[in-house]
Protein backbone atom coordinates (compact mmCIF):
# COMPACT_ATOMS: atom_id res chain seq x y z
CA UNK A 1 0.00 0.00 0.00
CA UNK A 2 1.15 3.13 -0.93
CA UNK A 3 0.17 6.04 2.01
CA UNK A 4 0.48 10.01 1.88
CA UNK A 5 1.00 11.26 5.48
CA UNK A 6 -0.21 14.19 6.65
CA UNK A 7 1.42 15.90 10.07
CA UNK A 8 0.62 19.61 11.27
CA UNK A 9 -0.37 18.82 14.74
CA UNK A 10 2.29 21.59 16.33
CA UNK A 11 5.02 23.99 14.52
CA UNK A 12 6.12 21.08 11.74
CA UNK A 13 4.69 20.64 8.69
CA UNK A 14 5.53 17.35 7.30
CA UNK A 15 4.50 14.90 4.51
CA UNK A 16 5.68 11.39 3.94
CA UNK A 17 4.75 8.88 1.08
CA UNK A 18 5.76 5.21 2.01
CA UNK A 19 5.29 1.66 0.44
CA UNK A 20 4.25 -0.39 2.87
CA UNK A 21 3.05 -4.13 3.10
CA UNK A 22 2.76 -7.13 5.58
CA UNK A 23 1.87 -7.39 9.03
CA UNK A 24 3.28 -6.22 12.64
CA UNK A 25 5.28 -9.10 13.99
CA UNK A 26 5.60 -11.14 10.66
CA UNK A 27 6.27 -9.73 7.19
CA UNK A 28 6.06 -5.88 7.66
CA UNK A 29 8.36 -3.98 5.32
CA UNK A 30 8.32 -0.44 4.49
CA UNK A 31 9.79 1.92 1.87
CA UNK A 32 10.47 5.31 2.88
CA UNK A 33 9.45 7.01 -1.08
CA UNK A 34 10.05 10.21 0.22
CA UNK A 35 9.75 12.35 3.53
CA UNK A 36 9.17 16.36 3.93
CA UNK A 37 9.27 18.57 6.93
CA UNK A 38 8.91 22.46 7.04
CA UNK A 39 10.63 23.22 10.82
CA UNK A 40 9.14 26.93 11.70
CA UNK A 41 11.71 28.74 13.09
CA UNK A 42 10.08 32.09 13.58
CA UNK A 43 8.76 30.50 17.07
CA UNK A 44 12.24 31.08 18.35
CA UNK A 45 11.47 34.23 19.69
CA UNK A 46 8.18 33.63 21.90
CA UNK A 47 10.07 30.52 23.65
CA UNK A 48 7.30 28.55 22.44
CA UNK A 49 4.64 28.07 19.92
CA UNK A 50 2.48 30.66 18.60
CA UNK A 51 -0.72 28.97 17.02
CA UNK A 52 -2.00 31.60 14.59
CA UNK A 53 1.25 31.88 13.19
CA UNK A 54 1.91 27.82 13.13
CA UNK A 55 -1.28 27.70 11.10
CA UNK A 56 -0.59 30.15 8.51
CA UNK A 57 3.20 28.39 8.18
CA UNK A 58 1.27 25.33 7.78
CA UNK A 59 -0.82 26.52 4.92
CA UNK A 60 2.30 28.02 3.03
CA UNK A 61 4.21 25.05 3.42
CA UNK A 62 1.77 22.13 2.69
CA UNK A 63 1.26 22.66 -1.38
CA UNK A 64 5.12 23.25 -1.27
CA UNK A 65 6.03 20.00 0.69
CA UNK A 66 3.68 18.15 -1.68
CA UNK A 67 5.17 19.21 -4.63
CA UNK A 68 8.90 18.36 -3.41
CA UNK A 69 7.35 14.61 -2.12
CA UNK A 70 5.05 13.84 -5.49
CA UNK A 71 8.39 14.36 -7.31
CA UNK A 72 10.70 12.38 -5.56
CA UNK A 73 8.18 9.67 -5.40
CA UNK A 74 6.12 9.95 -8.64
CA UNK A 75 8.79 11.58 -10.67
CA UNK A 76 6.77 14.51 -11.24
CA UNK A 77 8.51 17.80 -11.80
CA UNK A 78 6.99 21.44 -10.32
CA UNK A 79 7.19 22.42 -13.86
CA UNK A 80 4.18 19.56 -15.10
CA UNK A 81 2.14 21.06 -11.60
CA UNK A 82 0.46 23.79 -13.27
CA UNK A 83 -0.08 26.27 -9.92
CA UNK A 84 2.05 25.01 -6.71
CA UNK A 85 -0.64 26.89 -4.65
CA UNK A 86 -3.53 24.54 -5.79
CA UNK A 87 -3.34 21.17 -5.24
CA UNK A 88 -2.15 19.20 -7.86
CA UNK A 89 -4.58 16.82 -9.96
CA UNK A 90 -2.48 14.24 -11.72
CA UNK A 91 -3.78 11.14 -13.07
CA UNK A 92 -0.64 8.91 -12.38
CA UNK A 93 -0.89 9.88 -8.12
CA UNK A 94 -4.69 8.01 -8.15
CA UNK A 95 -3.42 5.05 -9.29
CA UNK A 96 -0.24 4.78 -7.22
CA UNK A 97 -2.15 5.90 -3.95
CA UNK A 98 -4.01 3.62 -1.51
CA UNK A 99 -4.70 6.37 1.19
CA UNK A 100 -3.78 9.28 3.00
CA UNK A 101 -3.22 9.31 6.62
CA UNK A 102 -3.41 12.75 8.60
CA UNK A 103 -3.16 13.61 12.10
CA UNK A 104 -6.59 14.41 13.78
CA UNK A 105 -5.42 14.87 17.26
CA UNK A 106 -3.78 15.60 20.04
CA UNK A 107 -2.28 18.84 18.84
CA UNK A 108 -3.32 22.75 18.50
CA UNK A 109 -6.73 22.53 17.18
CA UNK A 110 -5.74 25.54 14.42
CA UNK A 111 -2.99 23.50 12.90
CA UNK A 112 -4.74 20.42 12.78
CA UNK A 113 -7.48 21.56 10.85
CA UNK A 114 -5.07 23.07 8.09
CA UNK A 115 -4.05 19.10 7.72
CA UNK A 116 -7.22 17.88 7.55
CA UNK A 117 -8.40 20.22 5.31
CA UNK A 118 -5.80 19.64 3.01
CA UNK A 119 -5.84 16.00 3.47
CA UNK A 120 -9.84 15.84 2.44
CA UNK A 121 -9.14 18.16 -0.65
CA UNK A 122 -6.92 16.26 -1.88
CA UNK A 123 -8.92 13.12 -0.96
CA UNK A 124 -12.00 14.01 -3.03
CA UNK A 125 -9.45 15.22 -5.89
CA UNK A 126 -7.93 11.83 -5.86
CA UNK A 127 -10.32 9.83 -5.32
CA UNK A 128 -8.60 7.94 -2.21
CA UNK A 129 -9.96 7.29 1.27
CA UNK A 130 -8.50 9.08 4.13
CA UNK A 131 -7.29 7.48 7.53
CA UNK A 132 -7.55 9.53 11.18
CA UNK A 133 -4.73 8.94 12.77
CA UNK A 134 -3.53 9.45 16.52
CA UNK A 135 0.07 11.67 16.71
CA UNK A 136 0.78 9.61 19.76
CA UNK A 137 0.41 6.24 17.85
CA UNK A 138 2.89 7.69 14.90
CA UNK A 139 5.42 8.08 18.05
CA UNK A 140 4.41 4.76 19.64
CA UNK A 141 4.78 3.17 16.63
CA UNK A 142 7.75 4.93 14.67
CA UNK A 143 9.47 3.84 17.51
CA UNK A 144 10.05 0.14 16.51
CA UNK A 145 11.43 1.40 13.54
CA UNK A 146 14.99 -0.28 12.00
CA UNK A 147 16.95 0.01 9.00
CA UNK A 148 17.45 -2.73 7.14
CA UNK A 149 19.78 -2.38 3.99
CA UNK A 150 17.39 -2.12 1.01
CA UNK A 151 17.79 -3.45 -2.55
CA UNK A 152 19.47 -1.65 -4.90
CA UNK A 153 17.29 -0.11 -7.70
CA UNK A 154 18.89 -1.77 -11.04
CA UNK A 155 17.94 1.39 -12.48
CA UNK A 156 19.07 4.53 -10.46
CA UNK A 157 21.97 1.98 -8.67
CA UNK A 158 20.24 4.11 -5.05
CA UNK A 159 19.27 1.85 -2.16
CA UNK A 160 15.56 2.81 -0.80
CA UNK A 161 15.43 3.76 2.63
CA UNK A 162 13.74 0.43 3.81
CA UNK A 163 12.32 -0.19 6.90
CA UNK A 164 10.94 -3.03 8.97
CA UNK A 165 9.17 -2.87 12.68
CA UNK A 166 10.77 -4.33 15.76
CA UNK A 167 8.37 -7.21 17.26
CA UNK A 168 6.88 -6.49 20.42
CA UNK A 169 5.55 -8.72 23.30
CA UNK A 170 2.17 -7.49 25.01
CA UNK A 171 1.91 -6.05 27.40
CA UNK A 172 4.46 -3.64 26.79
CA UNK A 173 4.91 0.03 28.37
CA UNK A 174 5.17 2.87 25.64
CA UNK A 175 6.84 6.26 27.11
CA UNK A 176 5.92 9.22 25.78
CA UNK A 177 7.52 12.39 26.15
CA UNK A 178 7.29 15.45 23.82
CA UNK A 179 6.39 19.58 23.82
CA UNK A 180 2.99 18.90 25.23
CA UNK A 181 2.48 15.73 26.65
CA UNK A 182 4.86 13.45 28.99
CA UNK A 183 2.85 9.94 29.35
CA UNK A 184 3.59 6.11 30.46
CA UNK A 185 0.81 3.85 28.46
CA UNK A 186 0.21 0.05 28.92
CA UNK A 187 0.05 -1.46 25.22
CA UNK A 188 -2.07 -4.72 25.67
CA UNK A 189 -1.91 -5.18 22.00
CA UNK A 190 -0.53 -3.90 19.55
CA UNK A 191 -1.83 -2.77 15.57
CA UNK A 192 -2.34 -5.63 13.34
CA UNK A 193 -5.41 -7.67 12.42
CA UNK A 194 -6.47 -7.60 15.96
CA UNK A 195 -5.73 -3.72 16.63
CA UNK A 196 -3.66 -1.64 19.13
CA UNK A 197 -5.30 -1.63 22.74
CA UNK A 198 -3.60 1.48 25.03
CA UNK A 199 -4.16 2.71 28.72
CA UNK A 200 -2.71 4.88 30.49
CA UNK A 201 -0.77 4.01 33.34
CA UNK A 202 0.65 7.81 34.25
CA UNK A 203 1.24 11.11 33.16
CA UNK A 204 1.71 14.53 33.88
CA UNK A 205 -0.30 16.95 36.16
CA UNK A 206 0.98 19.82 34.52
CA UNK A 207 3.57 20.77 32.23
CA UNK A 208 4.83 18.43 29.54
CA UNK A 209 8.54 17.50 29.82
CA UNK A 210 9.68 18.82 26.69
CA UNK A 211 7.86 22.40 27.76
CA UNK A 212 9.52 22.33 30.58
CA UNK A 213 13.29 22.44 28.64
CA UNK A 214 11.61 24.99 26.84
CA UNK A 215 10.90 27.12 29.46
CA UNK A 216 14.25 26.61 30.66
CA UNK A 217 16.10 27.21 28.37
CA UNK A 218 14.20 30.26 27.91
CA UNK A 219 15.23 31.43 31.36
CA UNK A 220 18.64 31.47 30.10
CA UNK A 221 19.15 33.14 27.14
CA UNK A 222 18.72 29.72 25.03
CA UNK A 223 16.42 29.54 21.83
CA UNK A 224 13.16 27.59 21.05
CA UNK A 225 13.12 24.69 21.01
CA UNK A 226 15.30 24.89 23.95
CA UNK A 227 15.69 20.62 24.58
CA UNK A 228 18.55 20.00 22.14
CA UNK A 229 20.16 23.33 23.58
CA UNK A 230 20.25 22.59 27.03
CA UNK A 231 21.64 18.97 26.98
CA UNK A 232 24.41 20.13 24.49
CA UNK A 233 24.93 22.35 27.62
CA UNK A 234 24.24 19.60 30.43
CA UNK A 235 26.71 17.64 28.44
CA UNK A 236 29.59 19.85 28.33
CA UNK A 237 29.00 20.17 32.08
CA UNK A 238 29.00 16.89 32.42
CA UNK A 239 32.14 16.39 30.84
CA UNK A 240 33.58 19.04 32.89
CA UNK A 241 33.01 17.12 35.59
CA UNK A 242 32.46 20.70 36.99
CA UNK A 243 31.13 20.90 40.67
CA UNK A 244 28.04 22.53 41.36
CA UNK A 245 25.81 23.57 44.43
CA UNK A 246 22.88 23.68 42.78
CA UNK A 247 20.63 21.24 44.11
CA UNK A 248 16.53 20.49 41.83
CA UNK A 249 13.87 18.54 43.32
CA UNK A 250 12.19 15.55 41.90
CA UNK A 251 9.03 16.42 41.99
CA UNK A 252 6.71 13.53 42.54
CA UNK A 253 9.36 10.70 42.87
CA UNK A 254 8.46 9.45 45.89
CA UNK A 255 4.81 9.11 45.43
CA UNK A 256 3.12 6.39 44.90
CA UNK A 257 2.13 6.50 41.21
CA UNK A 258 3.34 6.01 37.94
CA UNK A 259 2.40 10.55 37.45
CA UNK A 260 4.83 13.22 36.99
CA UNK A 261 4.88 17.09 36.95
CA UNK A 262 7.45 19.63 36.05
CA UNK A 263 6.08 22.81 36.78
CA UNK A 264 7.74 22.74 40.41
CA UNK A 265 11.12 21.86 38.90
CA UNK A 266 10.51 24.72 36.50
CA UNK A 267 9.81 27.37 39.14
CA UNK A 268 12.48 25.89 41.13
CA UNK A 269 14.73 26.65 38.61
CA UNK A 270 13.34 29.86 37.87
CA UNK A 271 14.43 31.23 41.45
CA UNK A 272 18.21 30.18 40.82
CA UNK A 273 18.27 32.04 37.79
CA UNK A 274 16.58 35.21 38.97
CA UNK A 275 18.85 35.10 42.22
CA UNK A 276 22.11 35.19 39.99
CA UNK A 277 22.62 39.00 38.99
CA UNK A 278 25.34 38.06 36.23
CA UNK A 279 24.98 34.56 35.39
CA UNK A 280 28.06 33.01 33.99
CA UNK A 281 28.60 30.37 31.05
CA UNK A 282 29.48 27.94 33.57
CA UNK A 283 26.39 29.16 35.78
CA UNK A 284 24.31 28.11 32.68
CA UNK A 285 25.98 24.80 32.23
CA UNK A 286 25.78 24.20 35.49
CA UNK A 287 21.68 24.83 35.71
CA UNK A 288 21.10 23.36 32.68
CA UNK A 289 22.61 19.82 33.79
CA UNK A 290 21.00 20.01 36.87
CA UNK A 291 17.58 20.08 35.30
CA UNK A 292 18.71 17.78 32.86
CA UNK A 293 19.41 15.21 35.74
CA UNK A 294 16.14 15.90 37.55
CA UNK A 295 14.08 15.39 34.82
CA UNK A 296 15.99 12.46 33.62
CA UNK A 297 15.59 10.67 37.23
CA UNK A 298 12.56 11.09 37.18
CA UNK A 299 11.29 9.94 34.20
CA UNK A 300 13.82 6.84 34.20
CA UNK A 301 12.63 5.92 37.89
CA UNK A 302 9.22 5.87 37.28
CA UNK A 303 9.49 4.19 33.38
CA UNK A 304 11.22 1.89 35.63
CA UNK A 305 8.77 1.31 38.31
CA UNK A 306 5.69 1.20 35.73
CA UNK A 307 7.76 -1.84 33.80
CA UNK A 308 8.28 -3.44 37.66
CA UNK A 309 4.46 -2.86 38.38
CA UNK A 310 3.23 -4.35 35.20
CA UNK A 311 5.16 -7.38 34.78
CA UNK A 312 6.62 -6.41 31.17
CA UNK A 313 9.97 -6.47 29.49
CA UNK A 314 9.95 -3.89 26.66
CA UNK A 315 9.85 -0.33 27.30
CA UNK A 316 9.16 1.74 24.24
CA UNK A 317 10.32 5.16 24.07
CA UNK A 318 9.43 8.55 21.51
CA UNK A 319 8.27 11.73 20.58
CA UNK A 320 10.85 14.81 20.76
CA UNK A 321 12.42 14.51 23.80
CA UNK A 322 13.46 10.83 23.17
CA UNK A 323 16.34 12.42 20.96
CA UNK A 324 17.92 13.43 24.07
CA UNK A 325 21.29 11.59 24.54
CA UNK A 326 21.33 11.40 28.76
CA UNK A 327 17.43 10.18 29.23
CA UNK A 328 18.37 7.61 26.02
CA UNK A 329 21.65 6.58 28.40
CA UNK A 330 20.04 6.46 31.75
CA UNK A 331 16.81 4.30 30.41
CA UNK A 332 19.21 2.36 29.45
CA UNK A 333 21.24 2.08 32.05
CA UNK A 334 18.50 1.55 34.62
CA UNK A 335 16.21 -1.10 32.26
CA UNK A 336 19.14 -3.67 31.69
CA UNK A 337 19.56 -3.78 35.15
CA UNK A 338 16.58 -6.04 34.91
CA UNK A 339 16.68 -7.26 31.49
CA UNK A 340 14.29 -5.63 30.11
CA UNK A 341 13.99 -4.74 26.05
CA UNK A 342 14.59 -0.74 25.87
CA UNK A 343 13.27 0.71 21.99
CA UNK A 344 14.23 3.79 21.15
CA UNK A 345 12.73 5.99 18.54
CA UNK A 346 15.60 6.23 15.67
CA UNK A 347 16.98 9.94 15.73
CA UNK A 348 15.77 11.07 12.61
CA UNK A 349 12.31 10.06 13.34
CA UNK A 350 12.07 11.68 17.38
CA UNK A 351 10.78 14.96 16.27
CA UNK A 352 7.06 15.12 14.50
CA UNK A 353 7.24 14.29 11.03
CA UNK A 354 4.85 12.36 8.67
CA UNK A 355 6.49 9.35 8.40
CA UNK A 356 5.30 8.15 11.59
CA UNK A 357 1.39 9.10 10.70
CA UNK A 358 1.79 7.15 7.13
CA UNK A 359 2.90 4.54 9.26
CA UNK A 360 0.43 4.70 11.78
CA UNK A 361 -2.13 5.06 8.95
CA UNK A 362 -0.78 2.26 7.05
CA UNK A 363 -2.39 -0.48 9.89
CA UNK A 364 -5.54 1.23 10.63
CA UNK A 365 -5.92 1.49 6.40
CA UNK A 366 -5.18 -2.81 6.51
CA UNK A 367 -8.07 -2.95 8.64
CA UNK A 368 -10.09 -0.21 6.16
CA UNK A 369 -10.98 2.30 9.00
CA UNK A 370 -11.17 4.84 6.76
CA UNK A 371 -13.54 8.52 7.45
CA UNK A 372 -16.04 8.93 5.09
CA UNK A 373 -15.90 12.32 3.36
CA UNK A 374 -15.87 15.49 5.31
CA UNK A 375 -16.25 13.96 8.63
CA UNK A 376 -13.32 14.61 9.82
CA UNK A 377 -12.40 16.77 12.57
CA UNK A 378 -9.74 18.48 14.65
CA UNK A 379 -9.65 16.99 18.27
CA UNK A 380 -6.93 18.82 20.46
CA UNK A 381 -7.28 16.43 23.35
CA UNK A 382 -7.42 13.71 21.25
CA UNK A 383 -6.89 10.50 23.58
CA UNK A 384 -5.07 6.85 22.73
CA UNK A 385 -7.54 4.88 25.41
O1 LIG B 1 7.39 15.44 19.51
P1 LIG B 1 7.82 16.84 19.25
O2 LIG B 1 8.68 17.11 18.05
O3 LIG B 1 6.58 17.80 19.16
C1 LIG B 1 5.47 17.63 19.99
O4 LIG B 1 4.62 16.78 19.63
O5 LIG B 1 5.45 18.30 21.03
O6 LIG B 1 8.60 17.35 20.58
C2 LIG B 1 9.12 18.64 20.67
C3 LIG B 1 9.83 18.80 22.02
C4 LIG B 1 10.29 20.22 22.31
O7 LIG B 1 9.85 20.58 23.60
C5 LIG B 1 11.82 20.11 22.26
O8 LIG B 1 12.49 21.03 23.10
C6 LIG B 1 12.03 18.69 22.73
O9 LIG B 1 11.00 17.96 22.08
N1 LIG B 1 13.35 18.14 22.35
C7 LIG B 1 14.28 17.76 23.28
C8 LIG B 1 15.42 17.37 22.53
N2 LIG B 1 15.13 17.51 21.21
C9 LIG B 1 13.87 17.99 21.12
N3 LIG B 1 14.23 17.76 24.61
C10 LIG B 1 15.34 17.34 25.26
N4 LIG B 1 16.46 16.94 24.63
C11 LIG B 1 16.56 16.93 23.29
N5 LIG B 1 17.67 16.54 22.70
ZN1 LIG C 1 4.95 14.93 18.69
Given at each position: ????GI??????????????????????SC?????????????A??????PNL?K????????????K??E?G???T??Q???????????????N??A?????????????WT??N??Q???K???V?V????H??????VS??????????????V????????????PA???L??G?????????S????T??????????????V?E????V??????PY?????????A???????Q??????????????????????L??????LV?A????S???????A????D?????L??K?FR?A???????V?V?????????IR?????????V?C?????????T?D?????A????FH???K????PD??R?N??????
Amino acid sequence: MKILGIETSADDTGIALIDASGEFGSDFSCKIIANAVGTQTMHAGYGGIYPNLAKSEHSRNLPLLLDKVLEEGFGITRSQIQNPKQIPNHKSQKQNLDAIAVTVGPGLEPCLWTGINFAQELAKKWNVPVVPVNHMEGHIIVSLARNEEGARDQVSGVSPKTYSLEPITCPAIALLISGGHTELILMRSFPGRTGAVYEYIGRTRDDAVGEAFDKVARMIGLPYPGGPAISALAEIARNKKQETNIKLPRPMLNEKNLDFSFSGLKTAVLRLVEAEKNPSTDFKREIARAFEDAAAEVLVEKTFRAAEEFGVNTVVVGGGVSANKYIRSELDRRLSTVNCKLLLSPLEFTGDNAVMIALAGYFHALKKEFAEPDTLRANGDLSLA
